[in-house]
């Protein structure tokens, strides 16, 4: 059975700094592409960013880059986002999920198979 359980998410000030995590078990990551998502209470599940089978490639929103990094730590099967130079706007409750492929339509939720139950990032001073 497939789980991925992310963690890592709480309440910041703006400008601060969180790194969320996404464990797995029953998959093992680093055979696919590993994408982050959020969403905030009345909007769309919005991509974040993504990190290719070997974490050489990654791509992000735009709404992040600069500020975010995705990477993955194969030994503990596990993925990050660390999160700098927080924004009230990026509130919301993070997602991982798992995608057979990394590249286009990576920001596309329907491309991706597991789901982690997410995380709450609230940004508030």
């Known amino acids: 059975q497939v789980q991925l359980v992310e963690s890592g998410g709480g309440l910041v000030q703006p400008g601060g700094s969180l790194r969320l995590s996404c464990a797995a078990s029953?998959?093992?990551?680093?055979?696919?592409?590993i994408g982050w998502f959020r969403q905030a209470p009345g909007k769309e599940r919005e991509g974040v960013s993504c990190?290719?089978?070997?974490?050489?490639?990654?791509i992000y929103a735009d709404s992040v880059k600069g500020r975010f990094t995705i990477s993955r730590d194969v030994a503990k099967n596990t993925v990050y986002l660390q999160m700098n130079s927080l924004k009230p706007e990026d509130t919301a409750v993070y997602y991982c999920?798992?995608?057979?492929?990394?590249?286009?339509?990576?920001?596309?939720?329907?491309?991706?198979?597991?789901w982690g139950q997410g995380t709450q990032v609230t940004v508030s001073s």
């Open positions: 999920a798992v995608r057979a492929s990394f590249g286009m339509s990576w920001y596309r939720a329907t491309e991706y198979v597991y």
């Open positions: 990190i290719n089978k070997s974490g050489g490639n990654t």
């Open positions: 029953g998959i093992t990551l680093n055979y696919y592409a």
